[in-house]
Every structure is written in structure tokens, then in C-alpha cells.
């Protein structure tokens, strides 16, 4: 299903947003007791996550401690290894497509203003887990009770899984064990890689999925144009307009279709995202030119563009992000759809018989596809704002969030979605009521 339950009210400017998360405060950087250090950790320990789908193996006997979001976990030394030693990893998912070059970039200008007592020791770049990857040693100071001063040594690492995922690494300890931390942090981070495998009922609902659409023909239903409004937080912020239409593509009948999503802010902010597509109905050729644009008063205006193709498997796009142009290509897993294509292919489901299916989904600028669940069930009486109706109701889940109701016609057009606990709602309306300004 098309993701837009993380539409915000502001649009902060382009740096902005690229800045967010990248500096970590010096306030959770240590909170280990000071031991005398004697010997190196073994890597015996491990951490693994199928939300967001990593793994990797941790220093032995290192409690775990604190964590909240976005920490995926924090780590301190015990007595007898390093001398106030502490390791975490987070999580940073940027509103647009970012390369590591931007990354970099604002790492190193605001770490200066970020951790008092700065000094870069060394820095390169080299890939972590097959991934994009940038590791950064450098000096800190805390300050301690009384008013006195730590000297201390920290090494961060970030890992561009893709353009809108990084995994953020840090290792410190005190000073004076500088070799040995940076050596434990390496060999640590040597250990990243892909999270556990699907459970079998996850696969299980991806086979159904697949045998729907491999069984299914075009849905006269799903044809035609529709406009639906955005409400965030009980104001109008914007909206959605979808068309689609059937074409051929060598002889095989496909879906051709147009995605526009507008938001705008109170400050003039504008995020506009135009995706136009062919999709085969059993997901065999999937076709889609993407494009972003943010508009910030006082600020350059930013355009993204991906022109992607997955067919039999084989993955291929086109890139431009932040001027720079990238090619990428690979082999997709079964059951993968580009994201715009998905959400034209998932009605399919809840006109099929009501129970659990699955789909891997590539959002655009995204090398790794995200499984979204989908719990179908029975057309029944719904009371909505446009008062009672036959409709058919989904629970989609995507990746880790919390499912999103999703309504439908009983012919597979969406009336209504409702994500982030009601807070986001898009509702079918007319182009007019689309179109007027809040």
C-alpha cells in the first residue's frame, strides 16, 4: 500500500532535514562505571532485528541498558574490559533521499558545535556488510560532577543501507584506550548484516498474494480517476489523485496509472509526489517514473527522480538525487513490487477471499524491499462521515508500524485510509473538494 502516513504539518528547510538525526548529544555518550581495564572483549554475544531486518554480534557479558527510540540498543563494558566503555546503534530514516556524501557532509560541520572538545583523529570510507559505509574516529570531552573533564575517545560509523535508511554505530571509551576501542568497534561492526529470515506464515500469506494476482484479471472496478482528501491531525493538509487505465505491453494486458500526492504547510511548504507506471497484473513487469519536489520559502528548490523497472525479478533504476545520478540494479526477491505498483495490485486482495496475504514492497529511491501484511476481510455495513456503507476493510501493516485501516468499495476502490492512530485520514472526495485550499 502507498505510504503517506508520515505526512508532518511543517516542512523544515532541505539542510534541515538532512541534518536530523546525525548528531547524537554527548549527554547519552558514556554511561559505564571506570574499571581497570585488563583484557578485549569476545564477540560472543549477538543482536538481531526482523523489524528492521539486521544482525550482528556484540561483545560478550555487555549488559544492555536504556534504550529508547531511535536506539536499537545500548551497550556498556563490564569491569575488566574497557575503561568507561559504552556501544549503541540507531536508526535514521531522512524524509528524502540522502546520499552518504550529504551525510558526511553535515556530520562534520555540526560535530564541532555538537560534542565539546572536537578533534577528528581519522576518518575513510569502506563498505560495512556489502552496504555504502563511513567510519569517523574522533575526541570528546565530558563534563563531570564538580566541573572537571573526561577525556574520551569515540568512533562512529554510518551505514547507508540506502538512500532513506542509515544505521548509525558508535563505540567510546576513555582515551587512553583508543587502539582497543577502535579494534573492538571494527571487529563489531564487521558482524552487520541482513536480520533473521521470514516465519513460515510469512511466507505462506506472499504465496496466497502471489496466487490471487497470477489468477486475477484486470477489475473494470479499478479503473477510472479518483480524488481523495489529506487531513493530518483534523486539518486539511492536502491531496491524492489516482487514475488508471488499461493498456498492452507486448501483447499482455497491464495497468497504466498516475499517482499525484500534494502537501502543503501554513509557511508555504509544498512536498508534491508524481509517479507514472505500467504494471502486468501478476507483477511480472512493473514499470515507474518517480518523481519528488519540495518547495521551502527561502530555499533552492529540491527534485528527485527515479525511473525504475523490475521485470522477472531483475531490478534496474535511474537516479537523481542532490544532482548526482546513480545507477543501481540487482535481482529482487519473489514477490517484490515497486511501491506505486503495489498499491494498484493490493486491491486485488480484498476482492479475493478474506484472509492474509503479503507482498515485499520497494518505495522509491529503495534498494530493499519492506514486507507489508495485509488482513482482509468481509464487505460489511460501516457508518463514515458520508454515512453508512458497504465497505470492505483491510489492516495493512508495512515493515514495523502499526497497521493502517484501509476501506474499500465493493468494487476495489479505496474510500478512506486512516494511519498513525487516526491522525493521518485520506477520504474520497471530489476534485473540487480536493483541490480547495484549507
Not at 579494534?183 to 506464515?201: D, I, Y
Not at 507489508?372 to 460489511?380: Q, S
Amino acid at each position: 500500500m502507498r505510504e503517506v502516513g508520515k505526512a508532518r504539518t511543517r516542512f523544515p528547510r532541505a539542510a534541515a532535514l538532512r541534518a536530523v538525526g546525525l548528531v547524537a548529544p554527548l549527554a547519552v555518550l558514556s554511561t559505564a562505571m571506570a574499571q581497570e581495564a585488563e583484557k578485549e572483549p569476545d564477540l560472543a554475544g549477538r543482536v538481531e532485528s526482523r523489524d528492521y531486518d539486521f544482525s550482528m554480534r556484540l561483545p560478550a557479558g555487555w549488559p544492555r541498558v536504556d534504550e529508547k527510540p531511535p536506539v536499537l540498543f545500548r551497550i556498556v563494558s563490564p569491569p575488566g574490559t574497557l575503561l568507561d566503555g559504552a556501544m549503541w546503534m540507531e536508526y535514521q530514516e531522512p524524509r528524502q533521499p540522502t546520499p552518504l556524501s550529504t551525510v558526511i557532509e553535515e556530520f562534520l560541520k555540526n560535530a564541532p558545535r555538537a560534542y565539546p572538545g572536537f578533534e577528528k583523529l581519522s576518518d575513510r570510507r569502506q563498505p560495512i556488510g556489502g552496504y555504502p559505509a563511513y567510519a569517523c574516529t574522533f575526541h570528546v570531552q565530558s563534563v563531570q560532577e564538580g566541573g572537571g573533564k573526561k577525556d574520551l575517545i569515540m568512533v562512529r560509523f554510518f551505514v547507508q543501507r540506502q538512500l532513506t535508511e542509515y544505521f548509525m554505530f558508535n563505540a567510546i571509551a576513555e582515551r587512553k584506550d583508543k587502539d582497543r576501542l577502535v579494534k573492538v568497534a571494527e571487529q563489531t561492526m564487521a558482524t552487520f548484516g541482513a536480520g533473521p529470515p521470514l516465519q513460515p506464515a510469512q511466507r505462506e500469506s506472499l504465496r496466497r498474494a502471489a496466487d490471487v494476482l497470477r489468477e486475477a484479471s484486470l477489475e473494470p472496478g479499478i479503473l477510472g480517476e479518483r480524488w481523495h482528501a489529506i487531513h493530518v491531525g483534523g486539518r486539511k493538509l492536502g491531496y491524492q489523485r489516482t487514475r488508471c487505465r488499461r493498456d498492452t505491453v507486448e501483447g499482455r494486458t497491464v495497468y497504466a496509472f498516475e499517482l499525484e500526492m500534494v502537501l502543503e504547510d501554513r509557511e508555504g511548504g509544498r512536498r508534491t509526489s508524481t509517479s507514472r507506471g505500467l504494471c502486468a497484473i501478476d507483477g511480472s513487469y512493473q514499470k515507474i517514473d518517480h518523481e519528488l519536489v519540495l518547495e521551502v520559502p527561502g530555499a533552492p528548490r529540491s527534485v528527485f527522480k527515479e525511473e525504475a523497472v523490475l521485470a522477472q525479478g531483475a531490478f534496474s533504476a535511474s537516479r537523481e538525487v542532490s544532482g548526482q545520478k546513480s545507477e543501481k540494479k540487482f535481482n529482487a526477491p519473489e514477490a517484490t513490487f515497486l511501491a506505486d505498483a503495489g498499491y494498484i495490485l493490493a486491491r486485488h486482495f480484498v476482492l479475493a477471499k478474506p484472509t492474509t496475504y503479503a507482498m515485499r514492497v520497494l518505495k522509491p529511491f529503495s534498494d530493499l524491499p519492506m514486507l507489508e501484511i495485509f488482513e482482509t476481510h468481509a464487505p460489511g455495513r460501516v457508518r463514515t462521515a458520508d454515512g453508512e456503507q458497504e465497505l470492505i476493510q483491510a489492516l495493512v501493516r508495512k515493515g514495523r508500524f502499526e497497521y493502517e485501516e484501509y476501506l474499500f468499495d465493493t468494487s476495489g476502490c479505496l474510500y478512506q485510509q486512516k494511519a498513525a492512530k487516526g491522525l493521518f485520514v485520506l477520504r474520497r472526495c471530489t476534485e473540487e473538494e480536493a483541490k480547495k485550499k484549507p
